[in-house]
């Protein structure tokens, strides 16, 4: 009002208030002599609708007048802003509650501190852009963050300028059986614009020894694994026995391990396997989609999308490695429990192949000798930020370039960012000797 603007309010179901707080505001609202409605459908037309129908702590589906509002509310030609999180959606999920769809905002405010369900699974679609709005309270720390640059920041430094292809690292690639090299190759071309020093591929079931789109891959027939600083598997890697020899190989070496595609279909059908990757000392990273993570926790696919956080710590817990589950909000998790939530990405990822691309990008940080976290996380963020604002699909083959950029980007601007200098400091006079 104090802007100007018109404003009607709507008390759902026309209960009166119990809280002191409510039965207040209502008081200080009528005191100015407006008006307030019980259906939402008397009211006048609107540039802006606000749903501040539920918050948090939402646990039966809508219904009644509850859900008549929520539709009243979508139906709206305006702007649609949900306050704290869309009336009807689970805050800890991002699943509906009950299944039945609710509040469906262009932007939401969350206030104090940001849910899980704004961003991850259906959340995204749901609440539209969001606004984090800490209200001038400092929240403690959780065990769950949002994943943000500063996360990595290690990773964002300029490279020193006296250095050779030989200070970042090997990187291996294992996969590409019968009719899926392209798997591998767009894993080990993701790994070479990500930085990795040197990419070696081993196909499986093909005598391929150029990539004549990449010839800077090299093609040594059988991977010496002992030699690698970092090894992807799992791309088209197949299922013959010569796959998971290969596989158990891998296993038991001492590089940090990117485990992907088929490799995580080995581990949800073989004991064997699985105990060698809960066994594991080095750096192991798994990263599965809703229906790989269903194979390895033997559970329906809709009990991982209805709650994904859950279940990417219970990846953690049995496997004893960083997992990384793909998706609306991609979820990062280790074993302590610790995790985070991708903000980054757009549809433009749902392609075949976008998940070799970013298990290339992976292994590229681990053979450049990055932190474990680091170089899970940044890979994550920059797969995201790589497709950020594209609407239609790109191609698998596109998305590490994309993000390589996007790299560059906050390498040149990590000064301003990670170490600002005082003001003093920005006007500095050279004087000849």
């Known amino acids: 009002l104090k802007k100007e603007y018109d404003v009607n309010v709507v008390q759902v179901a026309g209960k009166t208030p119990k809280s002191e707080e409510a039965i207040a505001a209502l008081a200080e609202w009528e005191k100015l002599g407006r008006t307030t409605y019980t259906d939402p459908y008397d009211t006048p037309k609107a540039d802006i609708v606000v749903d501040a129908i539920f918050g948090i702590g939402l646990e039966r589906p809508l219904k009644d007048e509850f859900l008549d509002a929520a539709m009243w509310f979508n139906e709206r030609r305006a702007l649609h802003v949900s306050l704290d999180i869309p009336s009807g959606l689970n805050s800890e999920t991002g699943t509906w509650v009950g299944d039945r769809a609710g509040c469906k905002a262009d932007a939401t405010i969350s206030f104090l501190s940001g849910k899980v369900g704004l961003f991850t699974g259906l959340g995204p679609d749901a609440c539209g852009r969001v606004k984090m709005e800490n209200l001038g309270i400092s929240i403690p720390l959780t065990k769950i963050s949002l994943l943000d640059v500063k996360d990595f920041k290690h990773v964002c430094a300029p490279r020193l300028k006296n250095t050779s292809k030989a200070d970042y690292g090997r990187l291996g690639v294992i996969g590409g059986g019968k009719g899926t090299v392209g798997a591998a190759l767009i894993a080990a071309r993701s790994g070479l614009y990500m930085g990795a020093g040197r990419v070696y591929v081993e196909l499986l079931e093909d005598g391929m020894k150029l990539d004549p789109f990449c010839p800077e891959l090299m093609f040594p027939g059988k991977i010496n694994i002992d030699e690698m600083d970092a090894i992807v598997i799992g791309p088209g890697l197949g299922f013959t026995e010569q796959a998971k ?35 594991r000392f080095a750096h192991t990273v798994l990263t599965p989609h809703a229906a790989e993570a269903a194979r390895i926790l033997r559970l329906p696919v809709e009990e991982i999308t209805k709650d994904r956080l859950s279940r990417a710590l219970d990846l953690g817990i049995l496997t004893g490695a960083v997992n990384v589950l793909k998706g609306a909000g991609t979820i990062v998790t280790q074993r302590s429990s610790v995790s985070w939530i991708n903000p980054t990405g757009s549809p433009a990822l749902a392609t075949a192949g976008s998940g070799d691309a970013l298990s290339g990008m992976i292994g590229a940080m681990f053979a450049q000798h990055f932190e474990l976290m680091d170089c899970v996380l940044s890979a994550v963020y920059l797969h995201g930020a790589a497709v950020e604002g594209l609407n239609s699909s790109v191609l698998a083959g596109d998305i590490a370039p994309l993000a390589s950029t996007r790299l560059e980007e906050l390498r040149a601007s990590y000064q301003r960012h990670f170490h600002p200098l005082k003001e003093e400091e920005k006007t500095i006079e050279w004087e000849d000797s």
């Not at 038991?252 to 809960?278: F, N, P, R, Y």
């Open 245 to 279: 020899q290969r596989f158990i190989d891998c296993l038991k070496s001492k590089a940090a391990l990117v485990i992907d595609g088929d490799a995580l279909t080995m581990i949800a059908q073989d004991e064997e396997i699985l105990s060698l990757v809960t066994h």
